[in-house]
């Protein structure tokens, strides 16, 4: 018997936010598939307008399981998880323990096929830049709902996510955040 895929199910009792006040509540499971529809477009648009060979579906599968840690450690907010290198590392130690406790819960015969989507390897670093990038963006679509709704509780991290997607320099980052994100300020009559 494995509990594998009953504590990933429980990524929907995961919040995220935890810090800011939310007008809609956001769980690991709908983060999740928002990243990696986000993950697949990217890596499409890298091969197709920027000279990229990577693999969309691949990108898609990193991104759904990009956040599973968090069914054992939650949800840490930013703000905590970087106050300082001390505690970065430290984070660090606990998500790599979730990643191995994850990983020993499947039988030994796919966990082959499992590890390397939770626990990473060099092989997808290029892969894990989009998937992070594509992160960023979903925080950023979070943002811009909660401002639509009347909540400035999410103005500065906006403002903060934008400029980390534009410092991080991918050029189909970019491309998304200037073409496919003004549209998430619109109404629903407006976007049809």
């Known amino acids: 018997m494995s509990s594998f895929f009953a504590i990933l199910s429980r990524m929907k009792y995961i919040d995220r936010w935890a810090l800011m006040r939310n007008t809609e509540s956001e769980n690991l ?6 990243t990696a529809i986000i993950a697949h477009a990217l890596a499409v648009m890298r091969n197709r307008r920027f000279g990229g060979n990577v693999n969309p ?9 990009h956040d599973v840690p968090e069914v054992i450690t939650g949800d840490m907010p930013t703000p905590v998880k970087y106050f300082s290198s001390e505690i970065r590392s ?8 979730a990643e191995q406790r994850l990983i020993d819960m499947l039988p030994e015969d796919i966990r082959q096929d499992y590890a390397p989507l ?10 894990l830049s989009i998937v992070k990038c594509a992160d960023k963006l979903s925080a950023l679509i979070k943002c811009i709902e909660e401002e639509k709704a009347g909540n400035a509780e999410f103005s500065a991290a ?4 934008e400029q980390a997607i534009r410092n991080m320099n991918i050029p189909e980052g970019i491309e998304f955040l200037e073409k496919f994100i003004p ?10």
Request: charged share 30%; aromatic share 6%.
């Open 118 to 127: 939770i626990s990473h390897t060099e092989e997808d670093a290029e892969l």
């Open 158 to 161: 906006r403002a903060a996510t």
């Open 183 to 192: 549209p998430f300020s619109l109404p629903l009559d407006e976007l049809q």
């Open 90 to 97: 430290a984070y660090a130690e606990v998500e790599a323990a």
């Open 29 to 34: 499971s709908e983060h999740s598939l928002d």
């Open 57 to 65: 579906e691949r990108a898609a599968l990193l991104a759904m399981f």
